[in-house]
RNA sequence: GGCGGCAUAGCCAAGUGGUAAGGCAGAGGUCUGCAAAACCUCCAUUCUCCGGUUCGAAUCCGGAUGCCGCCUCCA
């Protein structure tokens, strides 16, 4: 597998310290608030990362830390009046309830900051101990930055030009404008916890280097998180974990890119961030994941609406041929003796390798999400022919199809619904979204049926060109009549 | 100002040296009493522009233009 390391900037080939095993840290969230679109981007984007790893074979252990001390989180305990465990325990309640209707795989580890605070001392102790750190006569802990000569090396900076940026706050002992905080004096009203620098809490770099050495051995396989992370956060972590502990932290770095809105950074301070509940009261949340699959990682990816729609229609194609294919394996035609086309069997073959070839290739996804919708066409092809759906290799080139579909799905966290679940679910989403009262259709369709009955053809028309301008449509099929949006 | 990224059809989007995946929209068709849905087929001689390297470039190099990100908390 090739993987783009953000540290030497191109794809490299992915070989972990340890054959067969992968060791994943990614930086989760902050919990001061509900995760927005940018949120479920990383979530995702790892979380394939995880499920095809797997699916490869590999033995993968995966930590993402959950940031529940924190300015923000103290900012928020104050505006909600609870206190600040409170706030974070809410919210990351909230992130999993978000997280799992996006069929995000759980980690093995989640680790929380304030679970791991002697961790983070003792890491802080071997840095000052190390000559990389110091306190100051308040009851701060800084990071010298200049004993680290490669500090800039992962965001490619220098340190002279950080430093014409730098500045020291008033109340602030640093030594030098560059240096960052590893451990915080306590304030009033704050959290705080026994420290041999007196009372005080972590700085916020330093957790993720304490809890990610704490459950595996650096250095790290894959360090992963958004691109914003790089600086200051990914670089101070990576100062921080070789200068104390003498190894390498971080074989391959991923940053995935951000989710924007009309081309600009989703964020606070723009007002156009949208959040997953924002979304998921309109559409699916598989159609969000497919939405966010179908752009490469590391491009920046723009939200819309529109978008969504396009998605959900793909999505929905794909459900469809699955349903039909299910049907067609649960009661196969007899084989006549007769083989498909050669060049249709190539095809499928062909499809069927491919997505794994395309996830290999640094995790492109929208590349892999192709090969589902040429096995698809093939499967449609195939079932609309006359004669090929009872030719002897029809039965096996179904289920080769739908074998690949469910593989792909598998790595990919999609496809893996009931389908005709899924249609019902998403027919009820659309109709809600058009302001349809479900009841009322049923009810004039009922009508209809009653009509075509005693053969009132102008009647049933007439109720049928109702319900279009309702924006429904009405098929009539040998199991009676069945809906669907416009 | 410093550093970095991106520019592919009406829209979204893959493609890092070998002659433009895929999705949406659109057009034709199959099916259908008529419809609808579904499905099939078609749809970029060309990849922002200008130079260069090469037998060959969307892909590499140089330059221009435009957009975006990071440099402060941020997925």
């Known amino acids: 597998m090739k993987i783009y390391n953000s540290i030497s900037r191109r794809k490299e080939e992915f070989i972990p310290k340890e054959p067969g095993k992968v060791s994943l840290y990614v930086c989760g969230i902050t919990a001061y608030d509900y995760c927005h679109i940018g949120h479920a981007r990383a979530a995702v984007v790892f979380d394939v990362l995880v499920r095809y790893l797997r699916y490869a074979g590999y033995q993968v252990t995966f930590v993402r830390n959950f940031t529940d001390v924190d300015d923000k989180i103290i900012n928020r305990s104050r505006e909600e ?24 795989l759980r980690p093995d580890h989640e680790p929380r900051a304030t679970e791991h605070i002697l961790d983070m001392q003792e890491v802080i102790q071997t840095l000052i101990d190390k000559g990389y750190a110091y306190a100051t006569p308040s009851g701060d802990v800084y990071f010298r930055v200049r004993s680290f000569p490669e500090y800039g090396r992962l965001s490619g900076r220098n340190i002279e030009e950080l430093q014409s ?4 706050e008033p109340g602030q002992e640093k030594e030098d404008p560059l240096d960052f905080a590893l451990w915080k004096k306590a304030k009033p009203d704050e959290p705080a916890w026994a420290s041999p620098w007196g ?5 916020w770099h330093i957790e993720c280097s304490a809890m990610s050495q704490r459950f595996m051995d650096l250095p790290l396989d894959i360090h992963g ?4 992370l790089i600086f200051p956060h990914h670089e101070n972590e990576r100062a921080q974990s070789i200068a104390a502990s003498g190894h390498d932290f971080v074989r391959y770095w991923m940053h995935n890119g951000f989710v ?4 600009e950074k989703m964020s606070k301070s723009l007002g156009n961030f949208v959040t997953l509940r924002d979304i998921y009261p309109h559409f699916l949340p598989e159609v969000l994941r497919f939405f966010l699959l179908s752009h490469h990682y590391r491009s920046p990816l723009d939200f819309s609406f529109e978008g969504l729609q396009e998605a959900e229609k793909g999505l929905k194609r794909v459900y469809q041929t699955k ?19 050669a ?6 073959q062909e499809a069927s390798s491919q997505w794994q070839n395309s ?3 640094d995790l492109n996804t929208a590349a892999a999400l192709g090969s589902a919708f040429s096995l698809v066409r093939l499967a449609n092809r195939i079932l609309e022919d006359k004669q090929w759906p009872k030719a002897a290799d029809a039965g096996q080139a179904f289920h080769n199809i739908l074998t690949t579909l469910q593989n792909l799905g598998q790595a990919l966290g999609l496809f893996s619904q009931n389908s005709s679940g899924f249609l019902h679910d998403l027919r009820s989403f659309r109709a809600a979204r058009a302001g349809v009262d479900t009841s009322q259709v049923e009810k004039l369709i009922a009508e209809r049926q009653e009509a075509r009955k005693k053969k009132d053809f102008a009647q049933a028309d007439s109720i049928r060109d109702h319900l279009i301008q309702l924006g429904v449509s009405v098929q009539d099929t040998p199991d009676g009549p069945v809906w669907d949006l416009e």
Not at 343 to 348: A, G, L, P, R, S
């Open 323 to 341: 349903k039909n294919l299910e049907s067609m394996t649960a009661s196969p035609a007899k084989g006549k003796g007769q083989n498909l086309p």
């Open 343 to 348: 060049d249709i069997t190539q095809e499928i």
């Open 199 to 203: 009372q005080g809490r972590p700085g």
């Open 225 to 228: 998180g958004g691109q914003d």
């Open 81 to 104: 009046g609870i206190d600040s465990q409170a706030v974070a325990e809410k919210y990351i309640q909230a992130f999993y309830e978000d997280m799992d209707r996006l069929n995000i």
């Open 359 to 361: 996830l290999e290739d």
């Open 165 to 168: 940026g730098a500045r020291i």
């Open 260 to 263: 924007q809105v009309k081309s």
